[in-house]
């Protein structure tokens, strides 16, 4: 069975990123292609064996090589006698790098039942459900994985991430530690910063990510300036994460590591938007868009663009998703920055047709932002509300795939919904969603 062998992590709590090696199926071998912490579909919240996540992650401008590998293997599939194992690995990754989240639960579910002790099918099969929100069949799965192999600290790091998700915060201390025992300090400094500001210890935080940027694990150090950044802008000071973007840019850019550079840019560009500054944020996103052609990435720049009412440079972006056609992730961040740019062009039957045929489609558990946002614009005050609360009680989305997401999006998503509260006469829930947002910035 193959094994896991690389413990860097591919996100602030993510996956140990694919090397520029091969693999073996059947009478094949399969390049994987170098990659860094995008979110193509099992992005980066989920950390898992390298040598079982097919061709490639999908990203750093290799977006088309790496589909022609998984071309390949499809190919292969179609055509060879692989063995049923070769098979529901290959499908089943190609489903997850392209968020087909539906398909790759089907596909290692079915692998598992054949495979009854395979490490690799229970943990992705855990994956898939988590990533979709069904956290209690994924503890179940990450149970059985362990049962199997106790000593994958993958396993450990998911399940923390459920346990996150349902605040359950005593159980994900828990799985922390284990993840540390095995030695893996950066996933265990990842989670735990997540751990500490999710309960409330914004110093302890800090500490742990100012630790986690000195790491000599070059990707954790990058990882840690991102996260910092997140925590940041998350308790107001965004300037502070300002800062913190350019000195993790400064990092990566000595280093050449042009996806771990867009996400801070695409990050960059958001928080020098919120503070006014359209110019410099327009000449970030667009930086963005020159260092990775990955649909999510694509996707993130372009909505700040359309936001900035920089509509040509947002078609722009959204033209360069057409070649990627077919793929349920280009699908899913075609609709997203098609919607974005109906919304900046008043456009709202035709923003808010495209926000709910992907609120339909994506069945990726992640903040609902566009949703609220855009029924907040159109005036449809009371369905804003319901997804600025649905995204006020989920506050560990933003830490189990901080690179998806804009930093301190969840502070200005509880600002904004105590404000339209307000606005509606709802003191009670006015005054506890502000005591909330003034906690969080003391």
Not at 70 to 99: H, P
Not at 107 to 119: H, I, Q
Not at 133 to 146: K, P, S
Request: glycine share 6%; proline share 4%; charged share 25%.
């Amino acid at each position: 069975m193959p094994k896991p062998h690389d413990s860097a992590g591919d996100s602030q709590i993510g996956i140990p990123p694919a090397q520029a090696d091969t693999f073996s199926l059947g009478n094949v071998t399969v390049v994987r292609v170098r990659s860094a912490c995008a979110r193509p579909g099992w992005g980066p919240e989920v950390t898992g064996p390298p040598s079982a996540r097919g061709p490639s992650r999908m990203t750093q401008r290799r977006h088309q090589e790496a589909l022609e590998h998984w071309k390949a293997a499809l190919n292969l599939a179609n055509r060879s006698r692989l063995t049923e194992r070769e098979d529901f690995r290959i499908r089943g990754g190609f489903a997850l790098d392209t968020a087909d989240l539906r398909q790759a639960e089907t596909t290692f579910a079915a692998g598992l039942r054949l495979y009854p002790y395979d490490y690799l099918a229970a943990f992705y099969l855990a994956a898939a459900q988590r990533m979709q929100g069904n956290t209690a069949a994924a503890i179940a799965n990450l149970q059985r994985a362990e049962q199997i192999d106790a000593q994958q600290y993958y396993t450990y790091t998911e399940r923390a991430k459920c346990d996150l998700l349902l605040k359950k915060y005593p159980e994900a201390r828990a799985q922390i530690d284990k993840v540390r025992s095995l030695g893996e300090t950066g996933p265990a400094d990842r989670l735990q910063a997540a751990w500490q500001y999710l309960t409330g210890d914004f110093v302890g935080a800090r500490q742990t990510l100012d630790r986690l940027t000195t790491s000599t694990d070059a990707d954790a150090a990058s990882r840690g300036y991102l996260m910092l950044a997140s925590l940041d802008a998350e308790i107001g000071r965004l300037q502070d994460a300002v800062l913190a973007l350019r000195r993790g840019i400064e990092f990566d850019s000595n280093r050449g590591e042009p996806a771990f550079l867009a996400d801070k840019r695409i990050a960059l560009a958001w928080l020098l938007a919120r503070l006014g500054e359209a110019g410099p944020a327009r000449a970030e996103a667009l930086e963005a868009l020159r260092l990775d052609d990955s649909p999510e990435r694509v996707m993130r720049a372009g909505t700040i663009l359309a936001r900035l009412h920089r509509l040509e440079d947002a078609e722009a972006a959204s033209q360069a998703l057409h070649s990627f056609a077919g793929l349920q992730s280009a699908e899913l961040a075609s609709l997203r920055l098609e919607g974005e740019i109906l919304l900046a062009r008043h456009r709202y039957p035709e923003a808010l047709q495209r926000f709910e045929q992907l609120s339909r489609l994506d069945v990726r558990e992640s903040f609902p932002e566009y949703l609220a946002n855009a029924y907040s614009v159109t005036g449809d005050t009371e369905r804003a509300a319901f997804y600025f609360q649905e995204i006020v009680d989920s506050p560990a989305l933003e830490w189990l795939e901080a690179a998806a997401e804009f930093p301190g999006l969840w502070a200005e998503c509880l600002q904004r919904f105590a404000t339209l509260e307000a606005a509606a006469g709802q003191q009670d829930q006015t005054r506890r969603l502000q005591a909330l947002y003034q906690n969080q910035i003391k």
